[in-house]
């Protein structure tokens, strides 16, 4: 696990967009796992710069999203398929027959989600998943105790996601849905690569809990020590209740030329 503390979110995403950039320039044919909400915005406008200023081509790119809300239509404004269109996919060059994203509509829960996953599989597998954090340590939607062996499925959100996503539904709790399709904590583990950013002292505890508490369900983010190429990409706020921030700051400074490409 890599843990790398910026000054604030915006020099983050940076080096996140700089990761992503490199990964689609190596293989332009990769297959990225990619996150909504406030924390991926900086990065997401930063790949659009990238494919407008630099000629950063998506493509060849197959994307697959983690989650989305059930029962929102796509083209509602608090969908996980409008938020994605809006801040990426419509201000870049992705083919939208490769752009995956669950389907909140559907009226066969499980056998979309077992399509889902034999779409990911049939794709060749994420090469870079792109994750934030809940306050509560959830990744993707895997609120505290899902398993760490789940796979795609639906959750029923926890009081403090619907609290902390309400923001996007004008600040009214009953407008949020309480049920979600998640890409379950194996798949995301499958990813050959993952990329978590955490930004803002609210996600403190959540941030300290994954990198440094035990690794246990009630953590879902903290099956991420585990995985053998994460990276921590997270801000001053966010790693303020980190115990060992002065040595992931340490490593960082002396990481070797070559590798030093963030
Ligand atoms: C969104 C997702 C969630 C969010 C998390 C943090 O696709 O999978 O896990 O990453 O809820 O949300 P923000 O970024 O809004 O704080």
């Known amino acids: 696990m890599e843990v790398i503390i910026s000054q ?6 940076d080096k996140a967009a700089r990761y992503i950039a490199d990964v689609i320039t190596r293989k332009p044919d990769c297959v990225l796992g990619l996150a909504t909400g406030s924390t991926p915005l900086h990065l997401y406008n930063r790949l659009v710069q990238m494919h407008k200023n630099d000629g950063l081509d998506f493509s060849k790119v197959t994307t697959f999203n983690l989650d989305e809300y059930l029962g929102l239509k796509p083209e509602d404004p608090q969908s996980y398929h409008y938020f994605m269109f809006e801040n990426l996919f419509s201000k870049i060059n992705i083919d939208p027959r490769n752009v995956n994203i669950p389907d909140g509509m559907t009226d ?5 989600c077992n399509y889902y996953e034999r779409k990911i599989r049939e794709s060749g597998g994420i090469d870079l998943q792109i994750l934030g954090i809940g306050t509560d340590g959830h990744i993707g939607f895997n609120e505290p105790t899902s398993s760490f062996a789940s796979r795609t499925r639906i959750k029923t959100l926890t009081r403090e996601t619907i609290q902390s996503n309400a923001r996007f539904f004008g600040n009214d709790e009953s407008k949020v849905p309480q049920h979600v399709i998640t890409m379950g904590i194996g798949t995301v583990m499958d990813a050959a690569n993952i990329l978590m950013l955490a930004f803002g002292k609210d996600k403190a505890n959540a941030v300290a809990a994954s ?3 035990p690794v246990s369900a009630f953590t879902p983010a903290s099956i991420l020590q585990m995985h053998r190429h994460v990276k921590f990409l997270i801000d001053e706020p966010a790693a303020a209740n980190l115990k060992l921030s002065d040595y992931y700051k340490w490593v960082y400074d002396r990481k070797p030329e070559w590798n030093r490409w963030l």
Do not use: H, L, R, Y
């Open 211 to 213: 990198i440094e508490g």
């Open 8 to 13: 604030d979110a915006k020099s983050a995403s």
């Open 108 to 112: 066969n829960v499980m056998t979309f």
